[in-house]
């Protein structure tokens, strides 16, 4: 049995070459009785390729238990997969079968492995180093011949290195590597694979098929896809259910497809540093803001002192400037934190190169300062409400909620 017939059998689409190396994989893996340890992100099929295994093995005709490790609690986990004796525990009323003694001489895939408590994960071992286990409650050693495979959508070797998964279970696992490729990694499959989904739901729901436009088949190609295919899948069923027009447009898919991080991209930013990249954002806020306000205040002293001191018809022709320093100063500051305008005499020449007798104040440039006067104005002009604040500074909420405690402004 070759790749494509793998294909036809199981219903893949895709022509990746990603995806085609983890098919020839599987396939030539299956006949042995080696344990396979598939990763990949969630949606993107890994509990289909446990069943290709296992359907073109040896096993094809034992049973095939698929388990959620981490669906199952940590106190009830060695019971479900080990099995109990009758009054082993409360509650534990007569012997229980776990899966391992279900599934003798088929195959049981374990998925999300990495959330193995250790204690299970030493019972594991044993059974793939001998194939023995004791059921909860009992001394009696039971023997089991089963095939398993594990996936999981984390890296499990960084749980070993910080001690939440035994070094030895994985090497035993990790027999055979098995990556299934994200749909961002399968770009040219995308289409092909909502083109499938989408008459799938119009031959069960009866309706009309779906077409999309160049611009919509673009946006569904650049999209990051975090759910895979079950995202895709997903998306398609509801194009094909609430879409009244059948010729779907990109700004009609939009409605469908999530806006990732608020931006109004139809393609989601890859940034492994997002909450460096928001720190940095600020940061360049504050500093313009501050090089702008300079600006402004240079503008307004240069025309009060070619003017002699007379301030009415400036203050008449910059209003914008004016209010904008209203706004910003304290109500209640004290009279000594004041800038002071001293008007020349009239007969007295006016020195474009002087030093002014005014009182000067010393304008805080403190980054800290300048950071919670903006979060300040934000919240005031959002009227308390975190979401548009964070908008409106270019921020996530996580960090303006962050910034919130850090400066002490709740």
Known sequence: ?????????FGIIGGSPL??????????????????????????????????????SARKHGSFIAVNCGAIPEGTIDSELFGHEKGSFTGAHEARK?????????????????????????????????????RVGSSKVQKTDVRIIAATNVDVY????????????????NTVPLRIPALQERKEDIYLLFRKFSADFSDKYRSPGIQLDNEAIQLLTNYSWPGNVRQLKNIAEQVCVLEKDR???????MNYIPNEGGSNLPMAINNNNKEDFSERDILYKVLFDMKKDMMDLKKLVA???????????????????????????????????????????????????????????????????????????????????RKFAAQELGISERTLYRKIKELNLN
């Open 303 to 385: 025309e009060i002192i070619q003017s002699g001191g007379n301030t009415s018809h400036i203050m008449a022709e910059n209003p914008h400037y004016i209010n904008q320093l209203y706004q910003d100063v304290d109500p209640e500051m004290s009279h000594e934190n004041t800038l002071t305008i001293k008007k020349p005499s009239q007969n007295a020449p006016v020195d474009y190169n002087y030093t002014h007798d005014a009182e000067e104040v010393e304008e805080s440039l403190s980054l800290i300062d300048k950071e919670s006067d903006l979060i300040k104005k934000a919240l005031k002009k959002h009227k308390g409400k």
């Open 247 to 253: 010729n779907v447009t990109a700004q009609a898919l």
């Open 158 to 173: 960084n749980r070993v290195k910080s001690g939440k998964f035994r070094e030895d279970l994985y090497y035993r696992l």
């Open 1 to 9: 049995m070759d790749v494509q017939d793998i294909k036809n059998r």
């Open 19 to 56: 995806l085609n190396r983890a098919i020839d994989i599987a396939r030539q893996v299956a006949p042995t009785d080696m344990s396979v340890l598939i990763t990949g992100e969630s949606g993107s099929g890994k509990e289909v390729f446990s069943h290709i295994i296992h359907q073109i």
């Open 98 to 134: 776990g899966y391992f003694e279900v599934a003798n001489g088929g195959t049981i895939f374990l998925d999300e492995v990495a959330e193995l408590p250790l204690g299970t994960q030493a019972r594991l071992l044993r059974i793939l180093e001998s194939g023995e286990y004791l």
